[in-house]
Protein backbone atom coordinates (compact mmCIF):
# COMPACT_ATOMS: atom_id res chain seq x y z
CA UNK A 1 0.00 0.00 0.00
CA UNK A 2 1.78 3.54 -0.85
CA UNK A 3 1.87 6.12 1.61
CA UNK A 4 2.25 10.01 0.71
CA UNK A 5 5.13 12.03 1.91
CA UNK A 6 4.36 14.37 4.49
CA UNK A 7 4.51 17.78 1.84
CA UNK A 8 2.90 15.71 -0.89
CA UNK A 9 0.02 14.87 1.39
CA UNK A 10 -0.53 18.64 2.60
CA UNK A 11 -0.61 19.81 -0.58
CA UNK A 12 -3.10 17.63 -1.92
CA UNK A 13 -5.25 18.31 0.82
CA UNK A 14 -5.09 22.24 0.74
CA UNK A 15 -5.76 21.63 -3.33
CA UNK A 16 -9.13 19.50 -2.44
CA UNK A 17 -10.04 22.34 -0.24
CA UNK A 18 -10.01 24.29 -3.25
CA UNK A 19 -11.91 22.02 -5.42
CA UNK A 20 -14.55 20.95 -3.10
CA UNK A 21 -15.14 24.63 -3.11
CA UNK A 22 -15.36 24.40 -7.16
CA UNK A 23 -17.46 21.73 -6.74
CA UNK A 24 -20.23 22.87 -4.56
CA UNK A 25 -23.09 19.90 -2.81
CA UNK A 26 -26.30 20.47 -4.05
CA UNK A 27 -28.01 17.87 -2.08
CA UNK A 28 -31.43 16.97 -1.48
CA UNK A 29 -33.24 17.45 2.02
CA UNK A 30 -32.09 14.53 4.31
CA UNK A 31 -35.16 13.22 6.25
CA UNK A 32 -34.35 14.57 10.02
CA UNK A 33 -34.47 11.16 12.10
CA UNK A 34 -33.46 13.06 15.56
CA UNK A 35 -30.34 13.18 17.59
CA UNK A 36 -27.52 11.58 15.69
CA UNK A 37 -26.06 8.40 17.11
CA UNK A 38 -22.30 7.29 17.32
CA UNK A 39 -21.31 4.09 15.40
CA UNK A 40 -17.47 3.00 15.56
CA UNK A 41 -15.83 2.07 12.43
CA UNK A 42 -13.22 -0.42 11.76
CA UNK A 43 -10.36 2.22 12.35
CA UNK A 44 -11.74 2.97 15.55
CA UNK A 45 -13.22 5.74 14.66
CA UNK A 46 -16.63 7.16 16.51
CA UNK A 47 -18.72 8.56 13.71
CA UNK A 48 -22.32 10.09 14.29
CA UNK A 49 -24.65 11.24 11.47
CA UNK A 50 -27.32 13.50 12.17
CA UNK A 51 -29.43 11.87 9.22
CA UNK A 52 -29.48 8.79 7.00
CA UNK A 53 -27.20 9.38 4.20
CA UNK A 54 -29.03 9.45 0.62
CA UNK A 55 -26.11 9.36 -1.60
CA UNK A 56 -24.10 6.79 -1.02
CA UNK A 57 -20.20 6.40 -2.92
CA UNK A 58 -18.31 3.15 -2.43
CA UNK A 59 -14.42 2.87 -3.23
CA UNK A 60 -13.51 -0.77 -2.65
CA UNK A 61 -15.67 -3.44 -4.54
CA UNK A 62 -16.14 -5.32 -1.12
CA UNK A 63 -17.24 -2.32 0.32
CA UNK A 64 -20.19 -2.06 -2.26
CA UNK A 65 -20.93 -5.85 -2.13
CA UNK A 66 -21.99 -5.03 1.68
CA UNK A 67 -23.81 -2.31 1.09
CA UNK A 68 -25.43 -3.93 -1.28
CA UNK A 69 -26.66 -6.35 0.98
CA UNK A 70 -27.74 -3.90 3.39
CA UNK A 71 -29.98 -2.75 1.26
CA UNK A 72 -27.86 0.27 -0.12
CA UNK A 73 -28.29 -0.20 -3.96
CA UNK A 74 -30.77 2.84 -3.88
CA UNK A 75 -28.33 5.05 -2.60
CA UNK A 76 -25.70 4.47 -4.53
CA UNK A 77 -24.53 7.36 -6.92
CA UNK A 78 -21.11 6.00 -7.69
CA UNK A 79 -18.74 2.80 -7.25
CA UNK A 80 -15.04 2.05 -7.74
CA UNK A 81 -13.78 1.41 -11.42
CA UNK A 82 -12.89 -2.45 -10.45
CA UNK A 83 -16.26 -2.94 -9.11
CA UNK A 84 -18.28 -6.17 -10.89
CA UNK A 85 -21.03 -7.31 -8.67
CA UNK A 86 -23.83 -6.74 -8.24
CA UNK A 87 -24.67 -6.37 -11.84
CA UNK A 88 -26.96 -3.69 -11.02
CA UNK A 89 -23.69 -1.11 -9.97
CA UNK A 90 -22.64 -1.55 -13.89
CA UNK A 91 -24.54 1.95 -14.87
CA UNK A 92 -23.70 3.85 -12.18
CA UNK A 93 -20.09 6.26 -12.40
CA UNK A 94 -17.36 5.64 -11.80
CA UNK A 95 -13.66 6.41 -10.57
CA UNK A 96 -10.38 5.20 -10.54
CA UNK A 97 -9.30 3.97 -6.63
CA UNK A 98 -5.38 3.73 -7.06
CA UNK A 99 -4.47 6.37 -7.42
CA UNK A 100 -8.26 7.63 -5.90
CA UNK A 101 -9.98 9.77 -7.74
CA UNK A 102 -10.61 12.73 -5.44
CA UNK A 103 -12.13 15.24 -7.55
CA UNK A 104 -14.34 12.43 -9.35
CA UNK A 105 -15.73 11.54 -5.52
CA UNK A 106 -16.04 15.34 -4.75
CA UNK A 107 -18.46 15.65 -7.98
CA UNK A 108 -21.25 13.10 -6.99
CA UNK A 109 -21.68 15.10 -3.65
CA UNK A 110 -22.21 11.95 -1.47
CA UNK A 111 -23.36 11.77 2.38
CA UNK A 112 -21.09 9.26 3.42
CA UNK A 113 -17.98 7.14 1.39
CA UNK A 114 -17.87 3.64 2.51
CA UNK A 115 -14.70 2.46 2.82
CA UNK A 116 -13.31 -1.19 3.24
CA UNK A 117 -10.22 -1.54 6.34
CA UNK A 118 -8.85 -4.44 4.24
CA UNK A 119 -8.28 -2.37 1.25
CA UNK A 120 -8.43 1.18 1.61
CA UNK A 121 -5.48 3.44 2.56
CA UNK A 122 -6.51 4.80 6.11
CA UNK A 123 -4.56 7.72 5.59
CA UNK A 124 -7.30 8.64 2.83
CA UNK A 125 -9.61 10.05 6.05
CA UNK A 126 -7.63 13.24 6.39
CA UNK A 127 -8.37 13.91 2.89
CA UNK A 128 -12.25 13.23 3.24
CA UNK A 129 -12.43 15.24 6.57
CA UNK A 130 -10.74 18.31 4.54
CA UNK A 131 -13.19 17.90 1.82
CA UNK A 132 -16.20 17.66 4.88
CA UNK A 133 -17.18 14.29 3.45
CA UNK A 134 -18.17 11.74 5.66
CA UNK A 135 -16.07 7.76 5.25
CA UNK A 136 -16.68 4.93 7.05
CA UNK A 137 -14.64 1.91 7.16
CA UNK A 138 -15.97 -1.37 6.97
CA UNK A 139 -14.71 -4.47 8.66
CA UNK A 140 -13.57 -7.16 6.00
CA UNK A 141 -10.75 -9.03 8.65
CA UNK A 142 -12.87 -12.04 9.24
CA UNK A 143 -16.34 -13.32 8.90
CA UNK A 144 -18.11 -12.32 11.79
CA UNK A 145 -16.54 -8.55 11.25
CA UNK A 146 -18.35 -9.08 6.90
CA UNK A 147 -20.99 -10.15 8.81
CA UNK A 148 -21.73 -7.95 11.36
CA UNK A 149 -20.90 -4.75 8.85
CA UNK A 150 -23.74 -5.55 6.60
CA UNK A 151 -25.70 -5.06 10.01
CA UNK A 152 -23.54 -1.78 10.61
CA UNK A 153 -24.33 -0.63 6.74
CA UNK A 154 -28.50 -0.94 7.35
CA UNK A 155 -27.99 0.93 10.80
CA UNK A 156 -25.96 4.08 9.07
CA UNK A 157 -28.23 4.03 5.86
CA UNK A 158 -31.60 3.50 7.38
CA UNK A 159 -32.06 -0.23 5.74
CA UNK A 160 -32.10 -2.22 9.27
CA UNK A 161 -34.68 -4.89 7.76
CA UNK A 162 -33.14 -5.18 4.82
CA UNK A 163 -29.81 -6.01 6.47
CA UNK A 164 -31.26 -8.26 8.84
CA UNK A 165 -32.78 -10.50 6.24
CA UNK A 166 -29.33 -10.50 4.33
CA UNK A 167 -27.47 -11.64 7.39
CA UNK A 168 -30.71 -14.26 8.02
CA UNK A 169 -30.21 -15.86 4.23
CA UNK A 170 -26.15 -15.51 4.64
CA UNK A 171 -26.12 -17.34 8.00
CA UNK A 172 -28.93 -20.32 6.63
CA UNK A 173 -26.51 -20.74 3.93
CA UNK A 174 -23.29 -21.16 5.57
CA UNK A 175 -24.75 -22.97 8.33
CA UNK A 176 -26.50 -25.86 5.36
CA UNK A 177 -22.63 -25.60 4.30
CA UNK A 178 -21.16 -26.73 7.53
CA UNK A 179 -23.76 -29.07 8.69
CA UNK A 180 -22.39 -31.11 5.31
CA UNK A 181 -19.02 -31.32 5.91
CA UNK A 182 -19.05 -30.80 9.82
CA UNK A 183 -19.37 -34.68 10.21
CA UNK A 184 -16.85 -35.63 7.67
CA UNK A 185 -13.74 -38.08 9.63
CA UNK A 186 -11.29 -37.03 7.22
CA UNK A 187 -10.68 -33.15 5.80
CA UNK A 188 -8.04 -33.03 2.89
CA UNK A 189 -5.06 -30.48 3.86
CA UNK A 190 -4.75 -27.61 1.29
CA UNK A 191 -3.05 -24.43 0.64
CA UNK A 192 -4.70 -21.53 -1.52
CA UNK A 193 -2.78 -19.69 -3.84
CA UNK A 194 -3.40 -15.91 -5.05
CA UNK A 195 -1.39 -16.29 -8.02
CA UNK A 196 0.27 -19.63 -10.14
CA UNK A 197 3.36 -17.62 -10.51
CA UNK A 198 4.37 -15.95 -7.07
CA UNK A 199 3.26 -18.09 -3.97
CA UNK A 200 0.84 -15.65 -2.18
CA UNK A 201 -1.52 -17.06 0.13
CA UNK A 202 -3.42 -16.35 3.36
CA UNK A 203 -2.01 -16.84 6.82
CA UNK A 204 -3.51 -17.25 11.00
CA UNK A 205 -6.88 -15.18 11.48
CA UNK A 206 -7.44 -14.64 8.14
CA UNK A 207 -10.98 -14.32 7.12
CA UNK A 208 -10.11 -17.30 4.09
CA UNK A 209 -8.84 -19.90 6.63
CA UNK A 210 -12.54 -20.13 8.08
CA UNK A 211 -13.78 -20.63 4.42
CA UNK A 212 -11.63 -23.39 4.61
CA UNK A 213 -13.28 -24.70 7.85
CA UNK A 214 -16.83 -24.19 6.18
CA UNK A 215 -15.35 -26.20 3.10
CA UNK A 216 -14.25 -29.02 4.93
CA UNK A 217 -10.64 -28.49 4.08
CA UNK A 218 -7.53 -28.29 6.61
CA UNK A 219 -5.58 -24.89 5.82
CA UNK A 220 -1.81 -26.04 5.85
CA UNK A 221 -1.35 -22.28 5.79
CA UNK A 222 -3.25 -21.76 9.35
CA UNK A 223 -0.24 -21.80 11.79
CA UNK A 224 1.58 -20.26 10.36
CA UNK A 225 3.49 -16.50 11.73
CA UNK A 226 2.47 -14.35 9.04
CA UNK A 227 -0.71 -13.12 8.26
CA UNK A 228 0.27 -12.99 4.52
CA UNK A 229 3.07 -15.40 3.47
CA UNK A 230 4.92 -16.26 0.31
CA UNK A 231 5.01 -19.73 0.17
CA UNK A 232 8.43 -21.52 -0.94
CA UNK A 233 8.40 -23.90 -3.23
CA UNK A 234 9.84 -26.13 -0.41
CA UNK A 235 7.90 -25.03 2.03
CA UNK A 236 4.90 -26.82 -0.42
CA UNK A 237 6.68 -29.74 -1.13
CA UNK A 238 7.30 -30.40 2.23
CA UNK A 239 3.66 -30.05 3.43
CA UNK A 240 2.33 -32.11 0.44
CA UNK A 241 -1.05 -30.65 -0.11
CA UNK A 242 -3.70 -32.81 -1.23
CA UNK A 243 -5.86 -30.07 -2.54
CA UNK A 244 -4.62 -26.38 -3.97
CA UNK A 245 -6.92 -24.32 -4.38
CA UNK A 246 -6.29 -20.75 -6.27
CA UNK A 247 -7.41 -17.52 -8.09
CA UNK A 248 -5.87 -18.85 -11.32
CA UNK A 249 -7.80 -17.29 -13.79
CA UNK A 250 -10.31 -18.31 -16.61
CA UNK A 251 -8.64 -21.59 -19.02
CA UNK A 252 -6.24 -22.26 -16.18
CA UNK A 253 -4.15 -25.55 -16.76
CA UNK A 254 -2.40 -27.39 -13.65
CA UNK A 255 0.59 -27.22 -16.66
CA UNK A 256 0.31 -23.49 -16.59
CA UNK A 257 0.79 -24.09 -12.53
CA UNK A 258 4.05 -26.58 -13.13
CA UNK A 259 5.49 -23.86 -15.46
CA UNK A 260 6.43 -21.79 -12.77
CA UNK A 261 7.07 -24.49 -10.33
CA UNK A 262 8.47 -27.67 -12.26
CA UNK A 263 9.81 -29.38 -8.84
CA UNK A 264 5.84 -29.39 -8.08
CA UNK A 265 5.25 -32.39 -10.28
CA UNK A 266 5.16 -34.96 -7.86
CA UNK A 267 3.40 -33.52 -5.41
CA UNK A 268 -0.25 -35.33 -4.29
CA UNK A 269 -2.84 -32.28 -4.90
CA UNK A 270 -0.47 -32.70 -8.73
CA UNK A 271 -0.72 -36.42 -9.37
CA UNK A 272 -4.27 -36.28 -8.47
CA UNK A 273 -5.73 -33.07 -10.73
CA UNK A 274 -6.81 -31.28 -7.61
CA UNK A 275 -5.54 -28.18 -7.97
CA UNK A 276 -8.73 -25.88 -8.75
CA UNK A 277 -9.24 -22.22 -9.52
CA UNK A 278 -12.08 -20.46 -7.40
CA UNK A 279 -13.46 -17.18 -8.86
CA UNK A 280 -10.96 -14.11 -7.62
CA UNK A 281 -14.18 -12.04 -6.82
CA UNK A 282 -15.68 -14.50 -4.69
CA UNK A 283 -12.93 -15.20 -2.59
CA UNK A 284 -10.48 -12.13 -2.80
CA UNK A 285 -12.96 -9.20 -1.72
CA UNK A 286 -14.21 -9.46 2.01
CA UNK A 287 -17.79 -9.43 1.90
CA UNK A 288 -21.19 -11.98 1.40
CA UNK A 289 -20.01 -13.55 -1.82
CA UNK A 290 -17.33 -15.73 0.18
CA UNK A 291 -20.31 -17.90 1.25
CA UNK A 292 -20.47 -18.73 -2.19
CA UNK A 293 -16.84 -19.29 -2.41
CA UNK A 294 -16.41 -21.62 0.35
CA UNK A 295 -19.42 -23.75 -1.06
CA UNK A 296 -17.57 -24.15 -4.62
CA UNK A 297 -14.50 -24.96 -2.70
CA UNK A 298 -16.22 -27.80 -0.78
CA UNK A 299 -18.00 -28.92 -3.92
CA UNK A 300 -14.35 -29.47 -5.37
CA UNK A 301 -12.80 -31.52 -2.03
CA UNK A 302 -16.08 -33.20 -1.32
CA UNK A 303 -18.63 -33.66 -4.23
CA UNK A 304 -20.30 -36.67 -3.10
CA UNK A 305 -21.93 -34.26 -0.76
CA UNK A 306 -23.41 -32.43 -3.02
CA UNK A 307 -24.96 -34.93 -5.96
CA UNK A 308 -28.36 -33.62 -5.29
CA UNK A 309 -27.75 -30.04 -4.37
CA UNK A 310 -28.14 -27.36 -6.95
CA UNK A 311 -25.40 -24.56 -7.04
CA UNK A 312 -25.67 -21.84 -3.95
CA UNK A 313 -27.38 -18.57 -5.43
Known amino acids: MTYCRQGLFSSLIAVLFLLASCHPAEKESLERSGESVGIEDALGRNIALQNHPIRVVTIAPGASEIVVAAGGLSKLVGVSNVDSDPSETSQLPRFSVLPMDFEAIVALSPDLVFASSQVNDPQHVKVFEALNINVFFLDGSNWDAVFKSIAVAGSLLGSEEEAAQAQAKLEEAKELLVSKTSGLQYKPKSIFLISDATSYSFGPRSYVQELFDWAGARSATS?????????????????????????????FEISDLLKHHPTWNNLTAIKSGKVFSIPQDLILRPGPRNVEAAYLMARKAHPELFIDDVLIQ
Do not use: C, N, Y
Open 223 to 251: TLSTPAPVLSDEWVLIEDPEIIFGTFGDG
